[in-house]
């Protein structure tokens, strides 16, 4: 929010991997503007619409798409991809495509390795009829050294990791082993210095 300041009403957000579109109902729900939320699964749209409806929220709305196709989409001040890169066997692709996609901010969330080596792991056997799995029964997972590396190497000017203070309290977060970004088209450290 402190990014958007009072543009925040006129502000678009793209939900990459949405799923039952939580966040995209938060981005909403926070005064954002138009707030589109996309997901493989009809049924994690179903859900999506169900809240979006149950809530009354008039500013999103929701579709299946593969983010294979993401460029189907159309571009956005935020592009938001929670929980979403490292379930895919085409990470540089999707991180190119949001960067295309991206009109300010890419705000990312992904499980990241803590090796200290610039790499993408392949992990296999994950259960497809899993709500929350990719598409495949097989996936690249990122190292933080990689996720930092490649959002550069798409085109971000800047990217900075997002601490939490509850941090601590969370697993996964406080292991290391998720991680939050913003990056950004621009210079935007100056800007989040005074976010404390």
């Known amino acids: ?7 925040v009403g006129d502000m678009t957000v793209l939900d990459v991997g949405c799923h039952c579109g939580v966040f995209a109902l938060e981005f909403a729900e926070r005064g954002f503007g138009q707030v589109t939320g996309v997901d493989l ?3 994690n749209i179903r859900q999506a619409e169900f809240l979006r409806s149950a809530f009354a ?4 709305e ?3 798409l593969n983010v294979r196709d993401i460029m189907q989409a159309a ?3 935020i592009v938001f991809c929670g929980g979403l890169l490292y379930h895919v ?3 540089l692709e999707l991180l190119r495509n949001m960067f295309n996609l991206t009109k300010k901010y890419l705000i990312l969330d992904s499980l990241c390795h803590k090796e ?3 790499a993408f792991h392949l992990v296999c056997n994950k259960d497809v009829a ?9 996936e690249y997972h990122p190292t933080y050294r990689a996720l930092g590396e490649a959002l550069y190497a798409v085109g971000f000017k800047s990217v900075v990791e997002i601490i939490g203070d509850k941090r601590s309290q969370v697993p996964n977060y406080s292991e290391g082993t998720v991680r939050s970004f913003i990056a950004a088209k621009t210079d935007i450290e100056t800007q989040l210095g005074g976010l404390q």
Not at 57 to 60: E, H, L, T
């Open 1 to 7: 929010m402190a990014l958007a300041g009072e543009a």
């Open 41 to 43: 699964r009809s049924e």
């Open 57 to 60: 929220v008039r500013n999103a």
């Open 62 to 64: 929701f579709s299946v």
């Open 75 to 77: 571009p956005a001040d």
């Open 89 to 91: 066997t085409f990470p």
């Open 116 to 118: 200290p080596i610039s």
């Open 130 to 138: 899993y709500s929350a799995e990719g598409e495949f029964a097989y």
